[in-house]
């Protein structure tokens, strides 16, 4: 098996280990899904990765991934058995390298003739500037398509690989029209391209010989979006409507009529703040029902999945990273402020500003990976189910290539995780 993952090559014989007693231990039988993490061992690995990182100026950022990743997928057990990651720091790093070297230029030099015909031939430059932002849309998208399947040739369970199949080509037009239509409805039927997507995406997806299928769609998720799209909408009013005063003062200024002193409206911006807060709220509740209800109709072979973890499991973890991250960043202007005092110069802030905004940089991986995704995947794991596993029996491996790294600039986009 070794040898076949060096080789970028799932091997073509039936479940690994059957002929030795699969050494990665037997299972349970049971279906059950657990996510069991030592919590000191992955602060230990992302300070580390930290300290690396800053030795390195980021050049080994590609193995951190690396190590993450395989600390979180080791740590997901289905049945007993753990996920497999085989994936290299070198492979990302090889793929980053090329995009390094192809993808900026090609993107610089479409912005340099942009810049020069919005001089010589106006309509001509903001048409090309215009046709920028789909540019990086369908970049972001082929990245996706790529980077997906990187992780899924690199992801195995019980030893067989996972896998993705369908064209680069195809996956872009997919998701770049539902998203499209979904923004010319200002964002309101999101939760219908959410769930056409999430059927393609499923088509093409297979697990060795397997094949993953979903006949999910947006019944059960409007009532969660359209509340919480309701709640963002209304912030974002009221907020406009609390500046206008603001607004009027700097056209004043501008027409250089003296300006007249502003008088914004509090009680208006607070209302503003709370209901985005509750909006945000409402946009996690939303992609915990999406969650649950994917799960649902989700199956590989006749294998079934579900997920009946309930909003009230994951309060206490909104609210504890909120507050860790508030602290970070409290700690983080603290530091900054101190050292503008101690340096009372320009420089002195300059240099106060880039130390706490690397102290923020630096800490906030250790709340986000350190404390909330592992808190998430924990309750989200202890309400998963699957059923009838006994069918993955059937599934063997493929003598399918996987990637071995980034080849050209669409596997560069792709490696690179733009659009992750």
Do not use: K
């Not at 058995?81 to 793929?95: H, K």
């Not at 993955?392 to 596997?411: K, Q």
């Amino acid at each position: 098996m070794t040898d076949a993952v060096l080789t970028g090559m799932t091997p073509p014989y039936g479940r690994p280990g059957a002929e030795t007693g699969d050494a990665t231990g037997g299972g349970t039988g049971d279906g059950a899904v657990r996510f069991e993490a030592e919590r000191g061992t992955l602060i230990g690995l992302l300070l580390t990765n930290m300290l690396l990182n800053l030795l390195t100026l980021g050049l080994y950022r590609f193995w951190a991934r690396t190590r993450v990743r395989r600390f979180f997928w080791g740590a997901l057990r289905i049945d007993g058995r753990p996920l497999d990651y085989t994936g290299r720091g070198m492979e990302l790093f090889l793929g980053f390298m090329v995009a390094l070297v192809v993808l900026a230029p090609v993107l610089a030099g479409f912005q340099f003739v942009a810049n020069v015909l919005t001089v010589t031939h106006p309509v001509a430059g903001v048409t090309l500037t215009l046709l920028f932002y789909p540019l990086l849309g369908a970049l972001a998208l082929t990245g996706t398509y790529f980077a997906r399947r990187y992780l899924l040739t690199r992801t195995r369970w019980s030893g067989i690989a996972a896998g993705q199949d369908g064209t680069v080509a195809r996956f872009v037009g997919q998701h770049l029209w539902a998203y499209l239509l979904a923004t010319l409805s200002l964002g309101i039927a999101m939760p219908w391209a959410d769930a056409n997507t999430y059927r393609y995406r499923m088509s093409i997806t297979r697990f060795g010989t397997g094949r993953f299928g979903s006949d999910a769609d947006s019944r059960g998720l409007w009532g969660a979006w359209l509340a919480a799209w309701g709640l963002l909408a209304l912030g974002t009013v009221l907020w406009f409507v609390g500046f206008m005063p603001a607004l009027q003062t700097v056209e004043e200024h501008q027409a250089g009529v003296p300006p007249t002193p502003v008088d914004l409206n509090d009680m208006l911006l607070t209302v503003a703040v709370l209901s985005y807060a509750a909006g945000l709220l409402g946009l996690a509740f939303y992609r915990l029902v999406r969650f649950r209800h994917f799960t649902r109709h989700t199956w590989l072979e006749g294998i079934r999945f579900r997920c009946d973890a309930p909003a009230r499991a994951f309060i206490g973890v909104i609210a504890v990273t909120a507050l860790l991250l508030l602290a970070v960043a409290g700690l983080a202007a603290l530091a900054g402020i101190g050292i503008a005092m101690l340096i009372p110069s320009p420089a002195g802030v300059v240099v106060g500003g880039a130390v706490a905004l690397l102290l923020l940089l630096a800490a906030t991986p250790l709340v986000t990976t350190g404390y909330y995704l592992p808190a998430l995947l924990t309750r989200l794991a202890a309400h998963g189910r699957i059923t009838d596993l006994s069918a993955a029996d059937a599934i063997v491996n493929r003598a399918t290539p996987a990637p071995r790294r980034g080849e050209g600039l669409i596997d560069a986009v792709g490696d690179i995780g733009i659009g992750l």
